[in-house]
């Protein structure tokens, strides 16, 4: 029988990749709570690490960076903690590993980069972040489509909500509407492309040299864009903020992939939409944004949608799971 579809993280553009590399570390604690307790506060820290981290190379902008050389500046950090990991453990990839599964992985991720940092500079932050949730509700359609995995109707529902919930803050029949909405929808659906070449690529493919592909593909790629985009001044905080940002990107990967050792990803899931809060908390506070009443019922919207979404899936792997009665 097949397997339900799998719900999927909202997640930018760099997350994914450092999720396949973060389960080489561990977090600082892992003990004295419940499990299921200890897993949704780990997705918790971990979700908010990655926002910080968005948040972050945002602000290093502000301080005279460009953009490009912000995340070419991060690029290069993180190939050289990737590289001193899987030296460390003597991992590579093999010229079988190296097949078109992976390549195309790799290559939707450096797009969408690209793309929704491109965006990030030109629009408020938390109405960028929540363009992103579109990714989990777009990955159950085309997993049924292209991969043949049951969906529901009560899960066709949640991506129909979760669809409209995105329209509620992005708006683009009105004034409020930005174009460069329209280059984080693409780096959102450059994830979708991700999300469904991870899981053709081997199983016993290593996750360090993965990641460490991926950083070394931003690094070029992040350098050649800002040879045209130009260079600015690397100031004291702008270098801080830049650093602090790799520092996040390690959170977030250690602690997103310990969330599913140690409890059911069922309950821990859900506590993936706060990132949607940390953005607009973010967004408030550091960005001087603000919510109107249309932006505030959207996000209720894609996190309700989502949280049932995790819910139904559940359900469908317990049913899965009960013996045949003959």
């Not at 993280?9 to 419940?34: M, W």
Request: hydrophobic letters at 50%.
């Amino acid at each position: 029988m097949r397997r339900p579809s799998r719900p999927s993280s909202p997640t930018s553009p760099t997350r994914s990749t450092a999720e396949t590399a973060g389960a080489q570390l561990r977090p600082p604690f892992s003990h004295g709570l419940p499990p299921n307790v200890l897993g949704a506060l780990y997705m918790v820290i971990g979700s908010l690490g990655y926002v910080v981290n968005d948040a972050l190379i945002r602000a290093a902008t502000d301080e005279g960076l460009d953009v490009y050389q912000s995340l070419f500046l991060r690029a290069v950090a993180m190939s050289v903690v990737f590289a001193a990991a899987g030296a460390a453990r003597g991992e590579r990839l093999t010229r079988r590993q190296l097949r078109r599964p992976l390549v195309v992985r790799v290559g939707a991720e450096l797009a969408a980069t690209a793309l929704f940092f491109g965006a990030l500079v030109n629009l408020e932050f938390a109405n960028a972040q929540t363009i992103l949730m579109l990714v989990p509700f777009a990955v159950t359609v085309v997993a049924a489509l292209h991969l043949g995995e049951p969906v529901s109707t009560k899960q066709y529902i949640t991506v129909v909500v979760g669809f409209v919930g995105v329209l509620l803050v992005v708006r683009p029949a009105t004034g409020s509407f930005s174009w460069w909405s329209l280059a984080v929808v693409a780096s959102a659906g450059f994830m979708v492309v991700r999300e469904i070449a991870t899981r053709r690529v081997d199983r016993d493919t290593p996750a360090v040299p993965i990641a460490l592909l991926t950083a070394i593909g931003l690094t070029v790629l992040t350098g050649t864009i800002s040879l045209f985009t130009g260079w600015g001044a690397i100031t004291t905080t702008g270098a801080l903020f830049v650093g602090l940002a790799c520092c996040c990107l390690v959170v977030g990967y250690v602690f997103t992939i310990e969330t599913v050792r140690v409890g059911d990803l069922s309950v821990s899931a859900p506590f993936r939409y706060t990132t949607l809060v940390g953005a607009v908390v973010i967004g408030s506070i550091f960005f001087d944004e603000s919510f109107d009443a249309f932006a505030v019922i959207g996000c209720i919207a894609i996190i309700v949608a989502g949280v049932y979404s995790v819910r139904l899936d559940r359900r469908a792997r317990l049913v899965l799971a009960r013996p045949t009665q003959l």
